[in-house]
């Protein structure tokens, strides 16, 4: 919503928002596994070439709009996400 709010006619900015916490994969696997109560199959296959490490830069979100993460846990992130595909859960 500050993004929303700060945006100008004309001038386009782009805000990467993030934990500054480090997630794997497997940490996201296991997060849904918790959330759904079943474990999900995981095929592990070789690594192909990438980047170690990725994480998006919130420095400018965070000095310009004031932002910070509310709900950044995978596990809540998660089970947002769960909740909004299917509100019965």
Known sequence: ??????AQPGKALVYNVGSGFETTML???RGVER???RPLPVEHN???PEPRVMMAD???IR???AW???RSSIERIITDAWA???PSA
């Open 84 to 86: 909004a595909v299917d």
């Open 46 to 48: 070789p690594p192909r």
């Open 63 to 65: 000095e310009e709009l």
């Open 27 to 29: 940490d996201v696997v």
């Open 1 to 6: 919503m500050a993004a929303l709010g700060a």
């Open 58 to 60: 919130s420095t400018r």
């Open 68 to 70: 910070a993460p509310k």
């Open 35 to 37: 959330v759904a109560g």
